[in-house]
C-alpha cells in the first residue's frame, strides 16, 4: 500500500489536534499519515510521502535538517489556525494520482500488496468476532484464499451467539478455511477464583496464546500472522516510545506470537481509523452485524463478570447482555452508540419474584459514546428503553433481582468495568 499510493505526511511537532488535520484531509479523501517530527527520516522515507505539512511547529521551529534534506514539498500550519483551503489544494495537488484516496482504492491496492507479499505462503489469523480481526481476515481471504487460514478461539468468554456468527459468514459464506477451538473448559478452570481485574486480564491474554500456539502448529509452519492492528495502536505505539502514554489496562493480544513462532506481520488495516475499517468491510460485503458491531475486549465476558468469573455467572451475563443490546437495536439506536455492555456485580441485593423473596445478583448497563475511546461520554437513553430493558432482564434472567444505569463518564470510569 504505501508503495502504491503517496501520502502527506503530517509532521507533529507536539502540539493537541495533530488527528484532527489528519481526519480532515482524509475526509477530503487525501491519503494522510502523521509522524512525529522527531521521526528517524528512514520512516519517513520507507512511507514515501508526497508532501509535508508541518503542523503545530513554532515561527523559531523549521523542519528539521535531516528531513527538509529528502526535499519534499512543504506547507506549515500553527496549531490555533484553521486549515484554510489552500493547505487542502497543496495536499491534493501533491498526491496528484492518489486523489481520491477511499476504501474502493485502499480495497483493490491492499489486494494486490498482500498476493506480492504473501506470494504461495501461508498466513495465520486469528479470528475474535470482532470488526478488526473480520475486515483483516475476508481483506486477506479475497487476496489469496485457502493460503489463509483463520483460528477462532472459543474461551467461553464470548457473547451470546457470538462464535456462530463467525462461523455462519466465515465458513458458511465466504467459505474461508476456518479451525474453532473450543476452549471454554480450560479458560474456566485458569480463572477459578481468580477476582483481581489485572490477574484475570493476563491469565485469558496468556491462556489465549497457548492455545493459539498449539493450534497452530497443528498446522504446519506458517509464514505470515495477520493482525488488525489499527491506526490509533501504531501512533500510540510512537507516543509510548516518546513516554507519553500510561497503561490504565493490559491489553490482551497475539503479542510475541510472531516472534515465537518465527512468523512475520502481515497488518493489512494499520493506516486505518476504526470507522475506515468499517467502510472497507462495507466494501468486501461483511455483513452488518459484523462490521456495525460495537467494540468488544480481547478478554471478553471475563472482565464484565466482576469478581469471581463461573460458567452460571457468565450465562446469566451473557443473557442480560443479549438483551439490552436487543433492545437497543430495537429503538433503532445501535448505530448511534459507540458502545453498549452489560457488568454483573459480585453484590447481591433482595428481592420479589412470584411473591417469593429473592436474594440475587445486580447488574449495570452502560452506555457511551466516543471518538477514540480514551474518553466517553454517557449515552442517555431513553426512559423506553431502559424500562423495557430492566423490566426483562428482571423477569427473563434468573439470579437477576436488580438492575443499575452507570452513566460514570471517562475519565475517570473507564469503559470496562475491570
Ligand atoms: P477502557 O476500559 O480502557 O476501554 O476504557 C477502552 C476501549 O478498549 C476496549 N478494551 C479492549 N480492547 N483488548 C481490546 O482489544 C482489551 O484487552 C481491551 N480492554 C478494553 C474497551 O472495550 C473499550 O472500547
Known sequence: MQNSLKPIVVLDFGKPDGMQLVR????????TLILPAAADVQLLQQITPAGLICFGADKAEQIPPRIAALGLPSFSIAA???PTPELFAFAASCCGESVPW????????????????????????????????????????????????????????????????????????????L?????????????????????????IGALFIEVFEEEAKKLGHMDFLAQGTLYPDV????????????????????????????????????????DEVRALGKVLQLPDMLVGRH????????????????????????????????EIRNAGLYDQIWQALVCLLPVKSVGIKDGKRVWEEVCTLRAINSVDAMTAQPALLPAPLLTKTVERICTEVPGVSRVLHDISPKPPATIEWE
Request: aromatic share 6%; glycine share 8%.
Open 24 to 31: 480532515r484531509l482524509r475526509e477530503k479523501e487525501v491519503y
Open 80 to 82: 490555533d489556525e484553521e
Open 102 to 177: 477511499n476504501m474502493e482504492r485502499y480495497a483493490s491496492f491492499m489486494l494486490e500488496d498482500i498476493r506480492q507479499r504473501v506470494g504461495s505462503r501461508k498466513v495465520l489469523c486469528g479470528l475474535s468476532g470482532g470488526v478488526d480481526s473480520s475486515v483483516v481476515a475476508a481483506l486477506i481471504h479475497h487476496a489469496i484464499g485457502d493460503q489463509l487460514t483463520c483460528v477462532l478461539v472459543d474461551t467461553g468468554l464470548l457473547r451470546k451467539g457470538e462464535a456462530d456468527l463467525v462461523r455462519e459468514v466465515f465458513e458458511g459464506t465466504f467459505k474461508t478455511k
Open 179 to 203: 479451525i474453532c477451538v473450543r476452549a471454554e473448559d480450560r479458560f474456566l478452570s485458569a480463572l477459578k477464583d481468580v477476582t483481581e481485574p489485572e490477574q484475570k486480564r493476563k491469565i
Open 235 to 274: 501512533i500510540e505505539s510512537y507516543q509510548a516510545a516518546a513516554g507519553a502514554s500510561v497503561a490504565v489496562k493490559s491489553h490482551h493480544n497475539v503479542g510475541g506470537l510472531p516472534e515465537r513462532m518465527q512468523m512475520a506481520l502481515l497488518e493489512p488495516v494499520r493506516d486505518l481509523f476504526k
Open 295 to 326: 467494540p468488544f475486549p480481547g478478554p471478553g465476558l471475563g472482565v464484565r463478570c466482576v469478581g469471581a468469573i463461573t460458567k452460571d455467572r457468565l450465562d446469566t451475563l451473557r443473557q442480560a447482555d443479549a438483551i439490552f443490546i436487543e
